[in-house]
C-alpha cells in the first residue's frame, strides 16, 4: 500500500481490499460517505487491475442505444443519501450470487438522455466528483460482477479516461462527427491502458 494512505480514513478498508477481502454495507456507506477520492480510486483500480490487468474494452456505436440485458444498471441520481445507494448494489451483487446474469454494471445519475454531445461534453446531471466515487464504489462492491462499464456520452472524453483509473474497464462509444475509432483507441491509450474492441 502507498504510504500516501497511512493516514487516510480508509486505511482498513484499503487492507480488506488488498487482500481480497469483501466489504459489508457498512464499509460500502463509508466509502460513499468519504471525500478521501485518491483512496477509492486506488482501491477501485486495485479490484480493477485483478479482474482485467491494463486492458479496455470498448464497443463503437453508431447510434445512441441503452445497453442489453447483461448488463445490470442503477439510476443513483435520485437516490436518497449513500445507505440507499449501497443496499441497491449489495442487492445487486446478491442477484449475481444467486443467478451469475449480468456480465456488466452501469451506474448511471440520470436515466439516459438520447441527446448528441461532442466529444467535450457529458450529458449527467451528478458532478465529475460524485460519477468518479460512484464508479469506484460499484467496482469494489460489485466484485462479482466482470465489468464496469460507462458511456462516453455522459462523462466526456477527458473525464472517462480518468474514470479508467477509478474501477471502469468498459466503455461504449457512440460514433459522432469527430469520434473515430482511432480517436477512441488513441484516448484509451492516453489514459496508460490497452485497448481491446469488441463487438
Same mark, same amino acid.
Given at each position: 500500500?502507498?504510504?500516501?494512505?497511512?493516514?487516510?480514513?480508509?486505511?482498513?478498508?484499503?487492507?480488506?481490499?488488498?487482500? =481480497? +477481502? $469483501?466489504?459489508?454495507?457498512?464499509?460500502?456507506? *463509508?466509502? &460513499?460517505?468519504?471525500?478521501?477520492?485518491?483512496? #477509492?480510486?486506488? @482501491?477501485?483500480?486495485?479490484?480493477?487491475?485483478?479482474?482485467?490487468?491494463?486492458?479496455?474494452?470498448?464497443?463503437?456505436?453508431?447510434?445512441?442505444?441503452?445497453?442489453?440485458?447483461?448488463?445490470?444498471?442503477?439510476?443513483?441520481?435520485?437516490?436518497?443519501?449513500? =445507505? +440507499? $445507494?449501497?443496499?441497491?448494489?449489495?442487492?445487486? *451483487?446478491? &442477484?449475481?450470487?444467486?443467478?451469475?446474469?449480468? #456480465?456488466?454494471? @452501469?451506474?448511471?445519475?440520470?436515466?439516459?438522455?438520447?441527446?448528441?454531445?461532442?466529444?467535450?461534453?457529458?450529458?449527467?446531471?451528478?458532478?465529475?466528483?460524485?460519477?468518479?466515487?460512484?464508479?469506484?464504489?460499484?467496482?469494489?462492491?460489485?466484485?462479482?460482477? =466482470?465489468?464496469?462499464?460507462?458511456?462516453?456520452?455522459?462523462?466526456?472524453?477527458?473525464?472517462?479516461?480518468?474514470?479508467?483509473?477509478?474501477?471502469?474497464?468498459?466503455?461504449?462509444?457512440?460514433?459522432?462527427?469527430?469520434?473515430?475509432?482511432?480517436?477512441?483507441?488513441?484516448?484509451?491509450?492516453?489514459?496508460?491502458?490497452?485497448?481491446?474492441?469488441?463487438?
Amino acid at each position: 500500500m502507498p504510504s500516501l494512505f497511512a493516514k487516510s480514513d480508509l486505511f482498513d478498508l484499503i487492507e480488506k481490499i488488498e487482500k =481480497e +477481502e $469483501r466489504l459489508d454495507a457498512e464499509d460500502g456507506v *463509508r466509502l &460513499l460517505e468519504s471525500r478521501d477520492i485518491l483512496a #477509492l480510486g486506488y @482501491m477501485a483500480n486495485v479490484v480493477r487491475e485483478r479482474k482485467h490487468g491494463g486492458r479496455t474494452f470498448f464497443t463503437m456505436q453508431n447510434e445512441v442505444r441503452y445497453p442489453n440485458g447483461w448488463d445490470a444498471i442503477l439510476h443513483y441520481g435520485e437516490m436518497k443519501g449513500a =445507505e +440507499e $445507494r449501497i443496499t441497491r448494489l449489495l442487492k445487486i *451483487r446478491e &442477484l449475481q450470487e444467486q443467478t451469475g446474469k449480468f #456480465l456488466a454494471f @452501469m451506474p448511471l445519475s440520470d436515466p439516459f438522455m438520447y441527446a448528441e454531445v461532442d466529444e467535450t461534453g457529458g450529458a449527467g446531471s451528478a458532478t465529475g466528483f460524485e460519477d468518479l466515487k460512484m464508479l469506484a464504489v460499484s467496482r469494489i462492491m460489485l466484485d462479482n460482477i =466482470e465489468h464496469i462499464k460507462t458511456l462516453w456520452v455522459k462523462l466526456g472524453l477527458k473525464l472517462t479516461q480518468v474514470a479508467l483509473s477509478f474501477g471502469v474497464d468498459y466503455v461504449d462509444f457512440y460514433v459522432g462527427k469527430s469520434l473515430t475509432k482511432e480517436t477512441v483507441v488513441r484516448v484509451i491509450r492516453s489514459a496508460g491502458r490497452d485497448a481491446v474492441e469488441t463487438e
